[in-house]
Nanobody, 126 residues
Framework: VQLQASGGGLVQAGGSLRLSCAAS????????MGWFRQAPGKEREFVAA????????YYPDSVKGRFTISRDNAKNTVYLQMNSLKPEDTAVYHC????????????????????WGQGTLVTVSS
């Protein structure tokens, strides 16, 4: 599967952005999806995950309550709605995919994902 992330940009602190990740292939609904981010000089960090069926999602404390992951399997697209953005959210955001063991499974570490998009830059100014 090939992934194409988009939607990044420059936003002021407190603002919102919605990232999209379009996937190729006819079996998108079999893939669990995730979003990760990487700031300069830092490790790639987990941001959100969603199960293949879309019925389960998981967030780390750093973004819980501000970010929402969703998917539209008919459009082969996963989204990341980011609200109340902070300067520390500045990073390149990557989407990732892997075949799920079950339709409700989700994955939180980068090593569990097999496919990656090229990333989209989000810059939050103070």
């Amino acid at each position: 599967v090939q992934l194409q992330a988009s939607g990044g940009g420059l936003v002021q602190a407190g603002g919102s952005l919605r990232l999209s990740c379009a996937a190729s292939g006819r079996t998108f609904s079999s893939y669990a999806m995730g979003w990760f981010r990487q700031a300069p000089g830092k490790e790639r960090e987990f941001v959100a995950a969603i199960s293949a069926s879309g019925d389960r999602a998981y967030y780390p404390d750093s973004v819980k309550g501000r970010f929402t992951i969703s998917r539209d399997n008919a459009k082969n697209t996963v989204y990341l709605q980011m609200n109340s953005l902070k300067p520390e959210d500045t990073a390149v955001y990557h989407c990732a995919a892997r075949l799920g063991y079950s339709s409700s499974g989700y994955y939180r570490t980068r090593h569990e994902y097999d496919y990656w998009g090229q990333g989209t830059l989000v810059t939050v100014s103070s």
